[in-house]
């Protein structure tokens, strides 16, 4: 093997150790990144239920926030007043209303809400 092949050689090798290292680091990157944006994700989803429960006690709530129970899911709770039962969803910014949400809320204006008392005995 002459000087020329031998150095062909040694820079393949070592072409092939910087694309390996590079493509670890790139895969740790992306999975980095992934567990950050999950982590991101799930401290702003607890940030918004611990601050729905909170709400009632803002100073434009419309209500009597004594009479607010906190449900959480699928959504954040019923105001009861003497003469109607609310159910609230409290939103911020941008954010919209579920599909599951919307469900709920069209089911209630078409007035398909029910009262039941359930016994055991």
């Not at 062909?8 to 999975?31: K, P, Q």
């Not at 702003?44 to 239920?49: A, D, E, F, L």
């Not at 209303?97 to 209630?108: F, N």
């Amino acid at each position: 093997m002459d000087t020329l092949d031998a150095g062909l050689l040694a820079a393949l090798a070592v072409s092939v150790l910087v694309a390996g290292l590079f493509v670890r680091l790139w895969r740790s990157a992306r999975r980095s990144l992934s567990e950050a944006r999950s982590s991101k994700q799930s401290l702003s989803t607890k940030y918004g239920q611990m601050t729905e429960q909170f709400m009632p006690f803002v100073p434009d709530y419309p209500w009597d926030p004594q009479r607010f129970r906190f449900i959480g899911s699928p959504i954040d709770g019923v105001q009861f007043e003497d003469d109607k039962v609310i159910v609230v969803e409290f939103k911020t910014g941008s954010s919209k209303l579920s599909e599951r949400q919307r469900h709920i809320r069209d089911l209630i204006r078409d007035g398909r809400v029910e009262f039941e008392e359930f016994r055991i005995d």
